[in-house]
């Protein structure tokens, strides 16, 4: 079994920064690509973007690119998501999830492929 606890979320002007962190108990997720998802109310889970096992690749969806940057360290069995110029369409639970198969190339984009779930946390931007 795997716990994943999401923290770092809060209330925040637009235009400010977040830094998420996601930390992993219980098994490992070295050897597992992770990513973070997000819901807004009324909307559908989607995917902000992942990292791969080693940490080496990253994919992140066209509404975040160039602002939000997913980081791991292994070692503490963390994954970060650093959030900058955040704006209201930001405004949503933020969910971090693991891989159903470890060592995969690709980030899966769709929220079938992954096995284990944190409990999420809110971020809220003011405008």
């Known amino acids: 079994q795997v716990q994943l606890v999401e923290s770092g979320g809060g209330l925040v002007q637009a235009g400010g920064s977040l830094r998420l962190s996601c930390a992993a108990s219980?098994?490992?997720?070295?050897?597992?690509?992770m990513a973070w998802f997000r819901q807004a109310p009324g909307k559908e889970r989607e995917l902000v973007g992942g990292?791969?096992?080693?940490?080496?690749?990253?994919a992140y969806a066209d509404s975040v690119k160039d602002r939000f940057t997913i980081s791991r360290d292994n070692a503490m069995n963390t994954v970060y998501l650093q959030m900058n110029s955040l704006n209201s369409e930001d405004t949503a639970a933020y969910y971090c999830?693991?891989?159903?198969?470890?060592?995969?190339?690709?980030?899966?984009?769709?929220?079938?492929?992954?096995?284990?779930w944190g409990q999420g946390t809110q971020v809220t931007v003011s405008s």
């Open positions: 999830a693991r891989d159903s198969l470890a060592g995969r190339r690709n980030i899966v984009t769709t929220k079938g492929g992954y096995d284990y």
């Open positions: 219980g098994r490992s997720t070295s050897d597992y690509a």
């Open positions: 990292i791969n096992w080693s940490g080496a690749r990253t």
